[in-house]
């Protein structure tokens, strides 16, 4: 992927109202949240990750790392102007094989995920370590030592990786929806695994659709978003760039992660742990764990909540993410 010549920190200022744009005028407007433009960064091993900033750089730097096959967009704007409000620098970026950010070469078949599936099959094109070396690749050349680590599911995954590889550099972790690479936790609900291994989608229309069906599934009961709000994800999905072999490369290194109970047994960085008790993707079991895993961390487990993040609790999770980072000062 060519890098363009700007890497400034051009922004630019969004003021986001809390209620419809027919509110009275009285109605309270959040402060004004510096938002970067897309921008791009070139890491060591040919890799060049997409990322996009929210807030004051003087702010405490929280880097958002988000699941399997999402782009950055996949955190709402809404979102990251909430934390940024709370005094965080917000970072979200394309993982690599996702979005805007550099596609990594090496097959892997469906076989081979069956194979991995049962502990066997050659090594995957990458790991989730070599994930979790982007996001520090990612501070690095934004001049950040330490920061605050926020991962939803494989995200969730790539944050603890973080914290096990250098736990020194994340100044709090928050596990979102995630587990523990333990295989008896945070199972995926077995009618899942058709739409998973589902031929990918040749067409814009075919991607809309099949997500709709998948999120159908795996969203929060209790907290239904409307058809055309999951079209609209999708299609920005879609037209951000969608790799059927980078979601199949993503979900090797998924299958070929250890179990980091033990690691993470050894871990004191301040730790929040969310998880829906709806969720069919990833078990609650799998945030249970991961909470009993880390000595001292919150757990927060939400009734009527799956796989994703409501409009109606980004409010409660940016309060709780804000409240564990306080610990670690």
């Given amino acids: 992927m060519p890098v ?32 970067s433009e897309e921008l791009y960064a070139p890491l060591p091993g040919d890799v060049t990750i997409c990322y996009q900033t929210f807030g004051d750089p003087d702010g405490e730097p929280l880097l958002l790392v988000m699941g399997l096959g999402g ?16 005094g965080f620098f917000v970072i979200r970026y394309d993982n690599r094989d996702t979005g805007r950010s550099s596609r990594i ?7 081979m995920l069956v194979q991995r599936f049962f502990g066997r099959g050659p090594r995957p094109p990458y790991t989730l370590d070599d994930m979790a070396g982007d996001g520090f690749a990612l501070l690095d050349h934004l001049g950040i030592e330490t920061a605050h680590v926020c991962g939803i599911s494989m995200g969730g995954m790539i944050a603890q990786t973080m914290a096990v590889l250098h736990p020194g550099r994340l100044r709090s972790l928050t ?13 995926q609900d077995p009618r899942l695994l058709p739409m ?25 009961p209790d907290y239904p978003e409307t058809l055309d709000e999951v079209q609209e994800r999708a299609g920005e999905t879609w037209d951000r760039g969608v790799s059927a072999a980078g979601v199949g490369r993503q979900m ?13 047994r050894e871990l004191t960085v301040p730790t929040l742990v969310i998880h829906g008790m709806a969720d069919k993707m990833v078990h609650v079991s799998g945030g ?3 909470s009993h895993a880390i000595p001292g961390s919150e757990l927060l487990l939400v009734p009527g909540m799956g796989h994703d993040v409501p409009e109606q609790l ?16």
């Fill in 4 to 35: 363009p010549d700007a890497l400034s920190d051009s922004t630019r200022t969004a003021e986001t109202a809390d209620s419809t744009a027919d509110a009275s005028p009285d109605s309270r407007v959040r402060s004004a949240v510096p938002i």
């Fill in 71 to 86: 782009p950055m967009t996949w955190w709402s704007p809404e979102f990251c102007e909430m934390l940024a409000e709370r």
């Fill in 105 to 111: 070469r090496g097959r892997v078949t469906k076989r």
């Fill in 175 to 187: 596990s979102m929806m995630s587990t523990t690479g333990r295989r008896t936790v945070g199972w």
């Fill in 196 to 220: 998973m291994l589902a031929r990918a989608a040749q067409t814009r229309e075919a991607y809309v659709a099949g997500s709709a069906r998948v999120w159908r599934v795996i969203g929060s």
């Fill in 252 to 264: 090797a290194a998924i299958l070929a992660q250890p179990d980091r109970s033990r690691q993470l």
């Fill in 288 to 290: 249970r764990a991961t």
């Fill in 314 to 329: 980004r409010e409660t999770f940016a309060d709780a993410i804000a409240r564990n980072a306080a610990r670690a000062s």
